[in-house]
């Protein structure tokens, strides 16, 4: 996977960097495995836009993805395939019984590789076992954070944890942020990183690109008047006093995780800022 960079001919390509898609393998999804997806343009039940900059964008259909990897069975990986629910890539894989299902792409699977699930498994990438059997060390993705609730950590483009210990019952992990945490052994990972890792070097290069995912121009608060925002107002550009959200509530350092969380306790060091 690499970058595209465009020659400077119009003001929208000057600052464009895009994926080259070389990892891609099918264009057309499969049938089965799709489902619609419906877009509010932030609107409630009554056509009142209820949540801002929403609105627009191309149409999408929501792709089935297997969280969980429970069948104990041998699959086949036949195509990488782009999802544009996600950053990641997807690859569509079919069972020993014919089932097809989609999973999240690691880094470097390949079409026609065996992918594996279940308790006596190989650690090899693209794999899916309990953190329980996982070596020490590895670098892991698509982890849950209970067992059977199917992956919830480590998921987006070019992520992956790390497994640094086991102490009884439970492993800790490495995750993305930074933060160290303690989760049940008995809870499943995939092996690998996850795919699409120059992700985060793209740039959209113009506004309209923006738009095609569905996001409307973002105003700033201190361009709004006091009525609007705690940060507006003001003769000329005034830098708008301590960074507020519309409702008043501390942005930028102020802390809103509960300190009561009956989870606190799993987490060893806080992610780094």
Known sequence: MAVKKFNPVT???????IGTF?????????????????????????????????????????RVIDFKRTKDMP????????????????????YADGQKSYILAPNGL????????????????????????????????????????????????????????????????????????MVLTTCRATIGVVSNPDHS???????????????RPHNRGVTMNPVDHPMGGGEGRSSGGHPRSRKGLLAKGYKTRNPKKTTSKFIISKRKK
């Open 11 to 17: 003001p929208g390509q000057r600052h464009k960097v």
């Open 22 to 62: 070389d990892d891609i393998t099918s264009s057309v999804p499969e049938k089965s495995l799709l489902e619609p997806k419906k877009s509010t343009g932030g609107r409630n039940n009554s056509g009142k836009m209820t949540v801002r900059y929403i609105g627009g964008g191309h149409k999408q259909m929501y």
């Open 75 to 94: 699959a086949v990986v036949k195509s990488i395939e782009y999802d544009p629910n996600r950053s990641a890539r997807i690859a569509l894989i079919c």
């Open 110 to 181: 390949k079409v026609g590789q065996t992918v594996l699930s279940g308790d006596n498994v190989a650690p090899e990438v693209g794999n899916t076992l309990l953190l329980a059997n996982i070596p020490l060390g590895t670098v892991i993705h698509a982890i849950e954070l209970y067992p059977g609730q199917g992956a919830a950590m480590a998921r987006s483009a070019g992520t992956y944890a790390q497994l640094l210990a086991r102490e009884g019952k439970y492993a800790i992990i490495k995750l993305p942020s930074g933060e160290t945490r």
């Open 201 to 215: 070097l793209e740039q959209h290069g113009k506004a309209g690109r923006k738009r095609w995912l569905g996001r």
